[in-house]
């Protein structure tokens, strides 16, 4: 019970051997604070004992998911706040079953699409592997949830020639930073994150190309020959940079917060580009796909080894880049054309006789 001390009254409440109290201004709002402290330490007491509610299961792999990328976490972020909403911030980690997955999924199927859901699913799985991994969860809900079928749309990759009159409207400095992308294959970030000291090596002439795309989230470095332009073009950089102090190849020059700092976007400048050489918009991943096209399509390099330039780790995702670019495959299909097949031809009794023949 609350007690009177000087012009205010104390609100005390004893829950497993400890005090918590508080002072408030009348005895009615003590009384009622007390009731409400002692109702939410027995349910905490009771979510205990039960095990990990939603909110915090979500919050420790937040915590955990902060060593992957920037868009790796906001996805997974945005999933917490979906399935919070969904089965309620309170609820049991261990009292969620597949068919509350499943009915989630379903939902987000019709409300977004199937490939959202899809995506969905695949977070999901992750939380609950590594819930299992990590906090020993006794199952995972999601294991025996499947794929929803979609129809895959497909990505732009520029036409050989779009990509020439993109590189002749690029001044030198723009040139560089095509030419690390369109003799590399490489990630955006990756790029971005280039340092002169640690992945440029003009001795051997080598770069350095690094992803998180791991299971663990840890960078993953491979070592890549410099083709003779790409190393005429970065020697060239390093003899005119403009910001000789930096150890990073490219830093943002434009006035603002991030002036002489690595880049993290530049959405501006593909865009632009693009722009002043007249063609259909395009960004660096598409550079990613056209690279992986052209070694395919016109110099026959294997998928095999086409996966190893661009790091994939299953030959799948490798073969959905590659991509027909130069349309050399017209005159094959000319070939189906009904100009092409002849007309009003009778076999004479000969051929007949000769055709039944290979037939039995």
């Known amino acids: 019970m609350p007690y009177k001390q000087n012009k205010k009254w104390r ?40 095990g990990m509610d939603l909110m915090t299961f979500c919050n420790k792999y937040l915590d955990y998911a902060n060593r992957f990328t920037r868009r790796t976490y906001e996805e997974k972020k945005a ?11 309170n609820t049991i980690v261990d009292q969620i079953n597949s068919d509350m997955v499943l009915t ?34 006794s199952g995972n809900p999601v ?27 690029a001044n030198r400095e723009e040139r560089v930073f095509l030419d690390c992308y369109l003799n590399t294959g490489a990630r955006r970030s990756e790029i971005f994150r280039w340092t002169w000291t640690e992945d440029i090596n003009f001795e051997k002439r080598q770069c350095r190309l690094g992803t998180r795309k791991t299971k663990d989230a840890s960078m993953e470095y491979v070592w890549f020959p410099l083709s003779d332009e790409l190393y005429e073009s970065l020697w060239w950089w390093w003899n005119n940079r403009k910001f000789k102090n930096s150890p990073y190849v490219f830093v943002s020059h434009q ?7 690595p880049y993290k976007v ?24 056209y690279v992986a096209s052209v070694l395919a399509d016109t110099h026959k390099v294997s998928a095999k080894r086409i996966q190893r330039i661009l790091r994939h780790k299953n030959l799948s995702t490798t073969e ?11 005159s094959t299909f000319d070939l189906l ?11 004479n009794k000969k051929e007949a006789s000769h055709e039944k023949a290979n037939f039995l």
């Not at 939902?107 to 990590?134: C, H, M, T």
């Not at 294991?143 to 732009?156: F, G, I, L």
């Open 143 to 169: 294991a025996k949830t499947k794929k929803r079928p979609h129809d895959r749309k497909p990505q732009y990759t520029p036409p050989t020639e779009d990509v020439l009159r993109v590189i002749a409207v």
């Open 11 to 50: 609100a005390v409440v004893t829950f497993r051997g400890r005090r918590y109290q508080t002072l408030c201004k009348t005895k009615k709002e003590a009384i009622a604070w007390e009731n409400q402290t002692r109702e939410e330490l027995a349910l905490n007491e009771e979510r205990l004992q039960k």
């Open 79 to 89: 999933l917490s706040r979906r399935i919070i909403k969904a089965w309620g911030l």
């Open 320 to 330: 959905r880049y590659i991509q027909n670019i130069n349309g050399d495959l017209k």
């Open 104 to 137: 989630y999924l379903d939902d987000q199927a019709k409300v977004r699409s199937a490939n959202a859901s899809n995506k969905d699913r695949k977070n999901l799985l992750a939380l609950w592997n590594w819930g299992q991994d990590i906090l020993d969860l």
């Open 266 to 289: 530049r959405r501006k400048f593909m865009r632009g580009l693009c722009k002043r050489a007249g063609v259909r918009p395009f960004g660096f991943h598409a550079l990613r796909r």
């Open 255 to 261: 006035p603002g917060p991030n002036y002489g700092k």
């Open 337 to 347: 054309s009904q100009s092409k097949i002849p007309q009003d031809h009778t076999p």
